[in-house]
């Protein structure tokens, strides 16, 4: 019994037969009780991870330990597995009691009817779709197709459940409240999730932990908020956060940053906030929109392209050295388009990365 | 709306003018000739004369005997080998589009080519069957001149020439079944006869439906494959007579077009009970 190390992945690749790379030496692990959301543009590997996990696909190396076992060479029904596909895969001419029964009733550990209608009743009160037993999918809203499908992952009391984008196929608004009756259900039954989104939004707000894939390589696994505040490199900073992250091409010589049109100096810096010694050459300067703000006198002086009104706050957008960017302000703000304005950048919150996207600062 | 109207039946005129000429009205005329008798150009009305010839005559009563039975056997055993050979080739075999192909080839060959190689297949001295059959010393019966087995061997060249449009269409349908279906029940250790059981035929009964529907009426309207099995006849000594042999013997042969349209409407009725039944049946097992 291992609780913080429930599942374990180590070293995993996998390569396709086609040569295609899919995952290049992974390794995480997910503590029991925990859901924990695999993030990652599409064709990052994060679908084929679960799918090595459910025991569809075959690592080319590596391990999958659940519960301190490995179970890379157990057959999918023997790992006790739920599984919520993307588009639920719900038997349409079953009914919606029939479709959750099923796991109980085929296969060698089949049980009998009426002990597996228990159990299966017990699950879709747990999901609220009770008074839907008699209908069938085709009857039923996105959401309590969802609800089905998750009863039915859930029917044989896996240990773990896996989910491949279980919102991508409602709309916003349900959406959101999807997947917060997910995070308490999932809760609530006490069970490990592992849940593949390519949202980040979603996986911030429904997360125990997070972990960002790009091109078959993990690139930040942590809190929700270390993403944001503390991101590993320059994909996480540009990944993550809405607007998107400010970036600056910048040139680092004997203690000066300089920019297109500013100069900083490296001692203004916070000397604690240093991942590594800084040495000359190019560097891309990133910072929030949140933390470049108008000011009297700053580093960058631009004329605003446009104002864009997101709820109670703005975005003033302007170019500069030919890429565009984003300063967040307050609603009031009484800045128009047109306006030249200063913008001041909050230097204990700035990122340096290095051109091959390490972070310096 | 009233000039849309006019429009739309002006873009429905072809349709409506072709499917009363060449539809309706045959049908019209085929069942106020029942009701007539003598040549066609000199017809004259004679009540139920002809469907009490018809009821009288064995030789009617044979025919739609044969009819019935070669529909009730064929259509069933071909729809089983079919859905058994699609599934085959759907889950086992490798170069599915390569054999599809095949199976396909007597579909998009006559029915009269098919049947003279059948002749010399069932041929009861030098035919391959019975060299094969007298191989595994199986008894050798003769396929097309004993009149007992003339029956046995349309029925089973019937079976033979529906596979093909059988199949094809079943692969379509199992290609339309969702993967995941099959994954799920992978992840829960579903056998392979549960498999077949609670999803793939579940999923083709729409199309079983289909294709029970198009092979009875193809079975009831059966005369190509006995003529040219029998080469022109209908059996040694009409033994395997059929509805539609019977009625294009009694128009052209004999030359009473009223006994063939009186035969024409039985069959018609026949054939829209059965199919009637059908749907309801299909309708119950669907659930849908």
Known sequence: MNDDKFVEVKNLKKVYDNGHEAIKDVSFSVKKGDLVCLLGPSGCGKTTILNMLAGLLNPTSGDILFDSKSVVNVAPKDRQIGYVFQNYALYPHMTVLQNVMFPLTVGKQKMPKDKAKEIAEKYMETTQITELADQKPGNLSGGQQQRVAIARALVQQPKILLMDEPLSNLDARLRLKIREEIRNLVKKVGITTLFVTHDQEEALSIGDKIILFNNGVIQQDDMGQNFYLEPNNYFVANFVGNPVIDNFKVNVKDGKITGSDFEINVDDLDKSRFKRDLTNGEYTLSVRPENILPAETGHVSAKIDDVELIGRERILKFTHDGVQARSLVDLETPIKRGDNVNLKMRLDRVFLFTKEGERVY | ?288
């Open chain 2, 1 to 288: 709306m009233r000039s849309n109207q006019k429009k739309a039946w002006l873009f429905l005129a072809p349709t409506i003018i072709f499917v009363t000429f060449f539809s309706i009205y045959p049908i019209l005329r085929a069942f106020v000739m029942s009701f007539q008798s003598g040549p066609l150009i000199n017809l004259n009305w004679t009540g139920f004369s002809n469907y009490q010839y018809i009821f009288s005559d064995p030789e009617f009563w044979r025919a739609i005997r044969n009819t019935i039975l070669y529909a009730l056997i064929s259509v069933p055993v071909a729809l089983a080998i079919s859905i058994m050979l699609a599934w085959f080739i759907f889950s086992k075999v490798k170069h599915k589009s390569f054999f599809e192909t095949t199976f396909f080839m007597p579909y998009v060959t006559s029915t009269i080519a098919i049947g003279i190689v059948f002749r010399y297949i069932f041929n009861g001295e030098y035919g391959m069957l019975n060299f094969l059959l007298r191989a595994l010393h199986l008894p050798a019966p003769n396929w097309i001149d004993d009149p007992s087995m003339s029956l046995t061997t349309i029925i089973i060249f019937g079976v033979w020439t529906s596979l093909a449009f059988n199949i094809v269409i079943l692969m379509g349908a199992l290609r339309n079944i969702d993967p995941n279906y099959y994954t799920i029940a992978d992840m829960y250790g579903a056998t392979g006869t549960e498999r077949f059981w609670r999803i793939t035929m579940p999923q083709l009964v729409p199309t079983i439906a289909f294709l029970l529907t198009m092979n009875i009426i193809a079975a009831f309207k059966i005369y190509t494959s006995v003529y040219a099995l029998f080469n022109g006849q209908a059996g040694v000594g009409n033994s395997a007579t059929t509805a539609v042999f019977y009625i294009y013997n009694k128009f052209q042969i004999v030359g009473t077009p009223g006994v063939a349209m009186a035969a024409t409407v039985i069959l018609f009725l026949i054939i829209m009970f059965v199919t009637f039944l059908q749907r309801k049946m299909m309708k119950k097992i669907g659930g849908r």
